[in-house]
T-cell receptor, first 112, second 116 residues
Framework: AQKVTQAQTEISVVEKEDVTLDCVYE???????LFWYKQPPSGELVFLIRRNSFDEQNEISGRYSWNFQKSTSSFNFTITASQVVDSAVYFCALFPGNQFYFGTGTSLTVIP | ETGVTQSPTHLIKTRGQQVTLRCSSQSGHNTVSWYQQALGQGPQFIFQYYREEENGRGNFPPRFSGLQFPNYSSELNVNALELDDSALYLC???????????????FGPGTRLTVL
């Protein structure tokens, strides 16, 4: 079975704080991709980052970084020095090759 | 390169009616997938069309049907609308399963359907 769990329903942080969004996934596939998307109130899914199952190297891209740990099936996403414009719903998604499996999303509010 | 477009942006229907949503795929893509996103939920896979044939379906009843045209654009049709069909409908285009690589899906802006 394919499943993505985002246990954090809502998070509020004060501007400039760092925030980590948690994601745990389940899959029996050996090859898959993990994504983070941002969904502002307008509704469009905005691609943030992608990682394939063979690459556990964690990276930083601007204010975004991620921590992929295959041993715990986790793919956590961190925003450094949060800004008000980061307020949105964030979705973690598993892509084994044919379709996306999304989590239920984490609503992030950044308070000025 | 043209991105994924969807029409209409918003739609209001009444229970029992039928609705057709449209999606134009990104240039060069021959596969379209449709997702339903209910309020407060993540998108759920409805089905995928590849070269005008259905290529995978999620847990949705037959009243959800689709078409793909020779230019790879696609329609999602929903018959006998129910209140629970109110949602954001997203389409995503990609290269087909016969191509190499991850076949990443690129999402359109969505159509927000309200059923009264």
């Amino acid at each position: 079975a394919q499943k993505v769990t985002q246990a954090q329903t809502e998070i509020s942080v004060v501007e400039k704080e760092d925030v980590t969004l948690d994601c745990v996934y389940e899959t029996r596939d050996t090859t898959y991709y993990l994504f983070w998307y941002k969904q502002p109130p307008s509704g469009e899914l905005v691609f943030l980052i992608r990682r394939n199952s063979f690459d556990e190297q964690n990276e930083i891209s601007g204010r975004y970084s991620w921590n992929f740990q295959k041993s715990t099936s986790s793919f956590n996403f961190t925003i450094t020095a949060s800004q008000v414009v980061d307020s949105a719903v964030y979705f973690c998604a598993l892509f084994p090759g044919n379709q996306f499996y999304f989590g239920t999303g984490t609503s992030l509010t950044v308070i000025p | 390169e043209t991105g994924v477009t969807q029409s209409p942006t918003h739609l209001i229907k009444t229970r029992g009616q039928q609705v057709t949503l449209r999606c134009s795929s990104q240039s060069g893509h021959n596969t379209v997938s449709w997702y339903q996103q209910a309020l407060g939920q993540g998108p759920q896979f409805i089905f995928q069309y590849y070269r005008e044939e259905e290529n995978g379906r999620g847990n949705f009843p037959p009243r959800f049907s689709g078409l793909q045209f020779p230019n790879y654009s696609s329609e999602l049709n929903v018959n006998a609308l129910e209140l629970d069909d109110s949602a954001l409908y997203l389409c995503a285009s990609s290269l087909g399963p016969d191509s190499t690589g991850v076949n990443e899906q690129f999402f359109g802006p969505g159509t927000r359907l309200t059923v009264l």
